[in-house]
């Protein structure tokens, strides 16, 4: 070691190179960029989530994280509509709009989700029989 330290003193930035090169996958802790960033691939803002109701469709990630979320619903149909949450297979509601959602309004709440399987539905005149439900995964956080 002392020696390539003495040569890399003289050598200036080439013999730094060359020293790198010499050395390199040595004893560096290879810790300083592991997969976390490369972890979120998916566009969805976890956190904070975008839904989007109209005739006669409900367009929301399919994949949640579970805890708290600001949801947002939006009607750009021309009906009115709401949205109800309730776990896969079980009649109580999680969380639902307060009422109808207006054309061109928003309502926005705070939920809190457990991990599971939920529907999103709108049950206003009938639209879940006509297409207006989808599954929603809730995933823990400790992936
Ligand atoms: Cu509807």
Not at 19 to 28: H, S
Not at 104 to 126: D, I, K, R, W
């Amino acid at each position: 070691m002392k020696v390539r330290a003495a040569a890399l003193a003289i050598a200036g930035p080439i013999g730094l190179m060359l020293f790198a090169a010499a050395c390199g996958g040595g004893d560096e802790a290879p810790s300083s960029e592991p997969g976390p960033a490369a972890a979120v691939t998916s566009s969805q803002d976890f956190g904070d989530v975008a839904v989007f109701v109209t005739e006669y469709t409900i367009d929301m990630p399919a994949i949640l994280d579970a805890g708290e979320i600001e949801i947002s619903v939006t009607n750009q149909g021309v009906e009115d509509h709401n949205l109800l949450i309730t776990l896969k297979g079980e009649e109580a509601i999680v969380w639902q709009t307060d009422g109808i959602v207006e054309p061109n309004s928003t309502e926005t709440a705070v939920v809190e989700l457990e991990p599971g399987v939920y529907m999103v539905v709108c049950t206003f005149a009938g639209h879940d029989t006509r297409g207006m439900f989808m599954e929603v995964e809730v995933r823990s956080d400790d992936r």
